[in-house]
């Protein structure tokens, strides 16, 4: 599923809003949600997940052209835990078998 | 402080224009469908995020911690999720700014 079929189907469902609310709503609500974590802070949602950042140390890495040591500096990456609803649910879903 | 659903509702509030209860029910909505796409076995990519993604875990030796009894974790179903690029680009520009602190 994409980002427009995620927004075709709440259109459909929320059929009380405009298209171009839920459309809005959608792209707003991943923007937020990107816009949280570039500035370190974590999302919680029960049911969902929660994402946050990891760190990762520096480390010599190579360059695979040359095969020369670059040091590459520590970084932070985004994370995703499952929440316990969204575990059960993926596990004991119709197509797991 | 985390970012919950209630400052997502509300920033739908201020800036779309939607009632109170509509931007409840849609941010309730929008999790909501990502998670029944899932657990129909179906991958959810969100551009501008990231993608998540379905992967068919085996069966495997596990152990009770507190009893050290022997016991197999049996095979499962998980989410996994990985940011896109442009969402790695700007978790980075965050770690810059904490190095110059």
Known sequence: MTKSEL???LAQKQSQLAYKDVELSVKMLIDQMAQA???GERIEIRGFGSFSLHYRPPRVGRNPKTGEAVV???KYAPHFKPGKELRIR???GPENN | MALTK???AEKLFQEVGLNKREAKE???????EIRLALENGQSVKLSG???FDLRKKNQRPGRNPKTGEEIPISSRRVVTFRAGQKLKAKVEIYAGSREQQ
Do not use: R, Y
């Open chain 2, 26 to 32: 849609i941010v309730e909505a929008f999790f909501e």
């Open chain 1, 72 to 74: 590459l500096a520590g």
């Open chain 1, 90 to 92: 993926v596990n004991d």
């Open chain 2, 49 to 51: 995020f990231g993608n």
């Open chain 2, 6 to 8: 209630a400052d997502m």
């Open chain 1, 37 to 39: 974590l570039s500035t």
């Open chain 1, 7 to 9: 927004i075709e189907i």
